[in-house]
């Protein structure tokens, strides 16, 4: 066969392939690029779609070979290296995945999937001025895309850089999530140009995630600025629209709560133990709780890096205690989960010996976490009832926290929260555990560091009371509280009348 009429078949089955993929039929449609590939292994198209279903079926390294390839014949194509990066990422290279974008930026400089990435793996790896530089070249670039501004306002605010922040947002409001970022950034005070902007804008066409966005900017500044009211009749508005775009089962989040406490008696705590002398700090709590201040106290130890919220934990329970919480891990599996933890924060431990982990799944494991590492220490973080779940019902979390947009189910959730911690403080030996009031801290902020920094094993260190002024990322919801030093006004805050929070009350068991 002439090279001619292979390269005819192969387009011929190329065209075939793409019909199926369209219809769903993936594996003929892969079957068909195989054939293709087969007559010409110089088809960009062939090679770059063989690649596509294998990183789209989970096959990431064989998805690279064919991306890889594909590269080499045509360089200059902007989803190869998209394409790459996403299998980089999926292999764990991150330096790799940052390569592959940096070149696609290059081609496609409006490329968001992109830019989002690559400043996510920058931070990720603590390379914030990266971050800052590569977002100021792109806001630099015309025309610059409307995304840019608010992105590069995050990445200010969680390296504690609010006034740049508010000077690169303040220009470029346009959309809700904008004034989203923005209403975190300042406090608005009565006839604010910008609380009239967002009743204007509440009447235009908009995507209900960025409506609802507004909505809770917009109820923020009513409560800053004296019409608490009006405030919480719109959170109101703000919630029902995410309850709406959100999947929450809640019959399934309340049993877990139930079946972790079941399955870790005080008998089946000791049953089983690791020899790992690893040490770190777990800090628990419900969001909007202080655990973010918590964090940022004990981070501004000079031995104790904070790991905010991560994703550290959870593949390496489903590695080492598949059949968690009803199947008993034995020592040598709680040995494994140890090392591997530890090797997870390797890169943080190598700045600091000591880590404070506050990732907010971690109520469910305090157990396993005990049995893997007996020489943690856990710090649970209290706040008032109500304020906690108000202050929860006023923000729009990105990602979790379904349940914070009904005021029942919020309820129902803080007191599943509540059981399964006093669950542990029954089963844990006393030293293990301590529990701090977040109004204690506001009002004392040097004595119960004193008491966390014991509980902890660390001396007392002067710069924990300096916490506002550490210059460590903070990815949390409360990147902008916790650099400002401490205040009250978040203690016994305002609240609705009854009527308005029957629901929450009754779940809460307080009406």
Partial sequence: MDRSTANTQAALLHAEALALARAGRLLEAEQQWRQALARDK??????????????????????????????????????VHRNR??????????ALALAALQRLLVLKPDDEMALHQLVRILMDDER??????????????????????????????????????????????????????????????????????????????MAPEDLAALKFALAKAYSDSGAPDKSFALLGEANRLMRRLVRYDEATTL????????AFTREQMVAAASPETFAPIIILGMPRSGTSLVEQILAS????????????????LE????????????????????????????????????????????????????????NARFVWVRRDPLDTCLSCYGRRFLSGQEYSYDLGELGRYYRGYER?????????????LLTVRYEDVVADLETQTRRLLDHCGEEFDPACLAFHTSKRPVFTASAAQVRQPLYNTSVRRWRPPPEALRPLLQALGQG
């Fill in 301 to 316: 130890h000079p031995a104790i890096v904070g790991a905010g919220e991560n994703a550290v934990l959870p593949p390496l």
């Fill in 319 to 374: 590695r080492h205690v598949p059949g968690f919480p009803e199947v008993i891990a034995p020592a040598e599996a709680l040995a494994a989960l140890a090392r591997d933890y530890r090797a997870g924060m390797g890169r943080l431990l190598s700045t600091k010996p000591r880590l404070a982990d506050k990732t907010l799944q971690s109520v469910f494991f305090v157990g396993l976490l005990h049995q893997a590492m007996p």
């Fill in 42 to 79: 110089s088809n960009f198209d062939v090679l770059h779609n063989l690649g596509a279903i294998a990183l789209q079926t989970g096959r990431a390294e064989e998805a690279l070979t064919h991306f890889t390839a594909a590269e080499a014949l045509k360089p200059e194509a902007p989803e």
């Fill in 255 to 262: 049993a877990d709560f139930a079946r972790v406490a079941e």
């Fill in 85 to 94: 990066a996403i299998a980089f990422l999926r292999l764990g290279h991150p």
């Fill in 128 to 205: 914030g001025e990266e971050a800052v530089t590569a977002l100021r070249a792109a806001l630099a670039h015309e025309p610059s895309p409307a995304y840019v501004p608010l992105m590069l306002a995050n990445v200010l605010r969680v390296l504690g850089r609010l006034d740049e922040a508010r000077a690169v947002l303040a220009p470029a409001l346009k959309r809700g999530q904008d004034y989203y970022l923005f209403a975190d950034l300042v406090r608005f005070v009565p006839g604010d140009p910008q609380i009239a902007a967002m009743e204007a804008l509440l009447h235009k066409a």
């Fill in 420 to 432: 399964l911690m006093r669950h542990w403080q029954e089963v844990l030996p006393p030293e293990a």
